[in-house]
């Protein structure tokens, strides 16, 4: 029964590992998520721009 622990276990580490790869990546080729646009939300509505 250690054997698919084993597996699964691996299976998450090299996905972490990846994941974790693909953001350093993407940072150091200077795409930064986008900005969120500057939204108020009221009760009524939301009022967004600059």
């Known amino acids: 029964m ?3 622990l084993v597996v699964v ?3 998450l580490t090299l996905a972490i590992v ?3 790869g693909f ?3 993407t940072q150091a ?3 930064s998520p986008a900005e969120p646009p500057g939204c108020v ?3 009524l509505t939301t009022i967004c721009g600059k």
């Open 41 to 43: 939300a009221t009760q």
């Open 9 to 11: 276990s691996a299976t």
């Open 2 to 4: 250690k054997a698919p």
């Open 23 to 25: 953001l350093i990546a």
């Open 18 to 20: 990846l994941v974790a």
């Open 29 to 31: 080729l200077g795409q």
